[in-house]
């Protein structure tokens, strides 16, 4: 799968970072449902460092489609809770 | 849903909305290439935009700290005269200047971080539109076999994304160097007005905060007039 971190770029990752990536979004949903803004920006970083970790960066010259979008590394929890309101 | 899936979907609607304009797909390529100079064009006004807010704000301390300066050696002057009211007065100036000052080096790191970031930006877009253009002409040249219309599909929906992964950037970019600006604005509104009360209360809604920022302000009056008299003091002994 091909994930991009928004404003940094793409990365390649396998199937197991991807099942641990999604427990993670889980709890981060619950932190933004809480409006808990430390456990926010603690699970924000630590998806972002398992990509950066587990996945295998592509070149900038590289033009992919990515399968999954993850927000930008100083996402706040207000950006967040606007993301939901707005219309897609 | 969760955010990343939410995220997803926002994102790549907004891809589509700016792929579907063009009907043939050859166009789409031609397209794509001139809004990728366009963004990079947008990027590069962007990075000119937080350097010109960041040097307004050095400024903005310059004069801030002059004031200061001014202030300390005016309650100088009028404590030697034996007017202690006038040299409260003016500490008093100079404690509220002093909290107004407090924020700028933040704003100046944060907007040094977003200029690094433009940059970062319109250096990977520029290599991004370096490649695309390469591809493009191969494309466009075995338009009529199928595998090279789907290559097109995907780089066109590859430099998409890119496009409007940097327009996202952009757009959050001058967003905070428009509230930064608003803020320094304030600040120089405030001070060229000479109401410092206000000022001192004006950065923060909080009313907790800001009885405390007053207690410390105070406090920051007391000990200037205190070291200053001891200043005095020491001065007169010599």
Known sequence: MIVRILHEGQYEVGAVALAELRRLDDELMDDLTRGDEAGFVARRDQILALVRSEGSMLGPEVLRESDLVLPPADLTLEEARSLFTEQA | MGLMSRMSTIFKSKVSAALDTVEDPRQTLDYSYERQM???QQVKR???????SRKQIELQKVRLQSDVDKYQSEAEA??????????RQALERKAALATQMEGLDGQIAELKGQEDKMEENARRLETKIASFRAQKEVIKAQYTTAQAQVKMGEASTGLGEELADVGLAVQ???????????RAQAIDELTDKGVLDDALAAPVEDPVEREL??????QQVEDDLSALKAKIGAGDKQ
Do not use: H
Request: aromatic content about 0%; charged content about 40%.
């Open chain 2, 46 to 52: 962007s990075l000119a935009d937080a350097v010109t």
């Open chain 2, 172 to 182: 959050r970019a001058q967003d905070k160097t428009e509230r930064m600006r608003a």
């Open chain 2, 38 to 40: 366009e963004m990079l």
């Open chain 2, 78 to 87: 009028a404590l030697k005269a034996g007017r202690e009211d006038l040299a």
């Open chain 2, 213 to 218: 920022r007053k207690t410390k302000a105070s």
